[in-house]
C-alpha cells in the first residue's frame, strides 16, 4: 500500500510517499481502509522531534519508531479482528490511529466511532484531534457550567474553532473569540458572540474577565493570561510554541501547576486524548447542527509535506484534510 513514511527527525520535507507493506489486525483491531486524514500541530512535533521531550516519550530518541505519520483518520471498516465487539466490515468510522497518512491501518475499536453520517470522509477526518481536544478542554480539564463566560483565544485554528462551538453548545453564556483579522469574519461565522482582533486589541489587559480562558497554541506568559480570569477562574493551556528545544510548549503547563496552589486561579493539565465516546458525543453535536468542522483545503496524500509546511505557517482557517483514496 501506499503511504506517508520517514526515517528521520525533521522538517516536512523528510517525508515521502513511499510503498509499505499491508497491516493485518490483531485481536480487538479494527483494519480500517483511510479514506481521509487530518492534520494537526502534534504531526509536525512528531515529524520534526521537537521539543526533545517528545523523544523521551516512546516515539524514538534518535529516530521515528513509527515509519508512518498521521493520527486522524476516517474510513470503512475492512477487516476486525477476534474480540472485536462495536464494528463490523464496511461501518463508515473516524477517529485516531498510529499511521494514517498511509491507504489502510490499523488501531484499536476504542480509539473508533461511527463517523457523522452528514460528513464525507476529509472533513469526518479533520474532526478527531482537535475537536476531543477542545471539548475534553472545555468540559473536563475546564470544568464549564452552563451561564459560564468563555474566551477563547487562537479561535480561527482548528482546536479553537471547535472550542468556540462547542462552547456554545455546553451553554456558555457568552463566548469571545480572539484571531487574527483574517479570520475574525469566520470566528464570527461559527457563533462567537464577540470577536477580538489580537492585532488591534489585547484579550488579557484585564478590561473584560472570564470564567474559563481556552489558549490554543499561544505563548502569553501566565502572568498575562490571569489577568483574563475571574478571581475563580479557570486557564487551560492547549498546546503551545515557545519554551525551548527541550520542552517546548510544555513549559507554560509546568509552570503553571507550579503556580495554582498559591492563587485561586485553576490551572488544570490537558492531556487531550480522543476515545470512543467522546468521538460518539462530537457525532451527535455534528450530525444535530451544533457543531460543524471548518476546512480551508483538502491536500491529496502525496502532498502531505507540503501540508504540513503550510500548517506550520499559522495562517490555516480551522483545519486541513487529506484525500488518501477515492471513495
Known amino acids: 500500500m501506499k503511504a506517508i513514511v520517514h526515517d528521520v527527525y525533521g522538517p516536512p520535507s523528510v517525508l515521502r510517499l513511499d510503498e509499505v507493506e499491508r497491516p493485518a489486525p490483531g485481536p480487538g483491531e479494527v ?42 483518520l476516517a474510513g470503512r471498516v475492512e477487516a476486525v479482528g477476534r ?51 477542545a471539548l475534553q478542554g472545555l468540559r473536563d480539564a475546564g470544568r464549564l457550567r452552563e451561564g459560564q463566560t468563555v474566551l477563547v483565544l487562537g479561535a480561527g485554528g482548528g482546536v479553537g474553532t471547535y472550542a468556540v462551538q462547542l462552547a456554545k453548545a455546553l451553554g456558555a453564556a457568552r463566548v469571545t473569540g480572539v484571531c487574527s483579522t483574517a479570520k475574525t469574519e469566520l470566528v464570527r461565522s461559527i457563533g462567537a458572540d464577540e470577536v477580538i482582533d489580537h492585532t488591534r486589541e489585547d484579550p488579557a489587559s484585564g478590561a473584560r474577565r472570564y470564567d474559563l480562558v481556552i489558549d490554543t497554541g499561544g505563548n502569553r506568559p501566565l502572568r498575562t493570561l490571569r489577568r483574563a480570569l475571574t478571581p475563580r477562574g479557570t486557564l487551560v493551556i492547549v498546546g503551545g510554541e515557545g519554551g525551548g528545544r527541550w520542552i517546548g510548549g510544555f513549559d507554560r503547563p509546568m509552570r503553571a501547576a507550579l503556580l495554582a496552589p498559591f492563587t485561586g486561579h485553576r490551572f488544570p493539565l490537558l492531556a487531550g486524548k480522543p476515545r470512543h465516546q467522546d468521538l460518539r458525543v462530537l457525532a451527535e453535536h455534528i450530525e444535530a447542527g451544533r457543531v460543524t468542522p471548518v476546512v480551508e483545503r483538502c491536500y491529496p496524500l502525496a502532498e502531505v509535506p507540503q501540508a504540513l509546511a503550510h500548517l506550520r505557517e499559522g495562517t490555516v482557517r480551522g483545519k486541513l484534510a487529506v484525500t488518501v483514496q477515492a471513495d
Open 31 to 72: 483494519l480500517v481502509r483511510i479514506l481521509g486524514a487530518g492534520l494537526d500541530q502534534g504531526v509536525w512535533h512528531l515529524t520534526a522531534g521537537m521539543p526533545y521531550l517528545v523523544r523521551t516519550l516512546g516515539f524514538g530518541l534518535r529516530a521515528p519508531k513509527v515509519r508512518i505519520r498521521g493520527l486522524d
Open 83 to 133: 474480540d472485536v465487539t462495536r464494528f463490523q466490515v464496511g461501518d463508515e468510522v473516524y477517529g485516531t490511529c498510529d499511521g494514517s497518512f498511509a491507504e489502510y491501518a490499523c488501531t484499536t475499536e476504542d480509539r473508533l466511532a461511527l463517523k457523522p453520517a452528514n460528513l464525507d470522509f476529509p472533513r469526518a477526518a479533520a474532526v478527531p484531534v482537535s475537536a476531543c481536544t
